[in-house]
């Protein structure tokens, strides 16, 4: 009896330090988007994260300075317009009272008011950022319901359009470093509409006004041929 509590108490000693090891090491979830379970709860989380990237890359087209930043803000808006048809048909086949928010909540809301106040020499590099988080946030979303989602048109929409938002995110995630470049660029330099000539936005060190390059490209006042 004494020899069978000992080896108890060796196995339980042996036992508690592994689960404490696996409860640390497993991930906590503790965003909505990890617990997305039922049609109800995924459908308005889908709905707000595509109808942000449709807003926000609206606003891209408009305003930002790289043409790759342009290109990709397109594909955005062409993507998300289609997912968010395509979600639409979804709940309608699978019935019921649920409905589909064509509004922004709060937080998306707050965040594409952000960008539109985001300073030019700063706006494709926050763009970026923005739409790195956003399609992370979507990626574990839509795998999340995927996976374990209640069966029906909306889980396999889904797991259709999971793809296309995992392609979103391979292509944001190597944006950044050109999208710092190109706003590092645009505040730093303006261009003459005339000469095409790129200028310091702070001036030249220790030129005046008047040494500026002339519309035909010829050397002005003041300066020494190249």
């Known amino acids: 009896m004494k ?37 109800a709860e995924f459908v308005p989380m889908a709905a707000y994260s595509n109808r942000f990237e449709i807003a926000s890359s609206e606003l891209a087209l408009e305003q930002a300075q790289s043409a790759n930043v342009r290109s990709f803000a397109q594909r955005m808006v062409q993507d998300h317009t289609a997912a968010g048809q395509e979600l639409q048909q979804a709940v309608e086949a699978a019935g019921g009272s649920l409905t589909v928010p064509t509004d922004l909540d709060a937080r998306h809301a707050d965040m594409v008011e952000e960008l539109r106040n985001t300073p030019a020499d700063q706006f494709d590099t926050t763009y970026v950022q923005m739409q790195n988080q956003a399609h992370e946030e979507a990626v574990a979303l839509f795998q999340g319901f995927a996976q374990n989602g209640e069966s029906g048109p909306v889980r396999d929409f889904a797991e259709t359009t999971l793809p296309v938002l995992q392609e979103h995110y391979q292509m944001v995630s190597g944006m950044e470093p050109e999208a710092r470049a190109t706003d590092a660029t645009d505040g730093g330099a303006m261009s003459s509409p005339e000469s095409g000539a790129t200028t310091a936005a702070s001036g030249d060190q220790g030129s005046s006004p008047e040494e500026n390059t002339t519309p035909s490209g010829g050397v002005v006042p003041g300066q020494d041929p190249q």
């Open 3 to 39: 020899r069978y509590l000992i080896n108890t108490a060796l196995a339980a000693a042996l036992t508690v330090p592994s689960v404490a090891f696996a409860q640390t090491a497993a991930p906590a979830q503790t965003t909505q988007e990890a617990v997305a379970r039922t049609a």
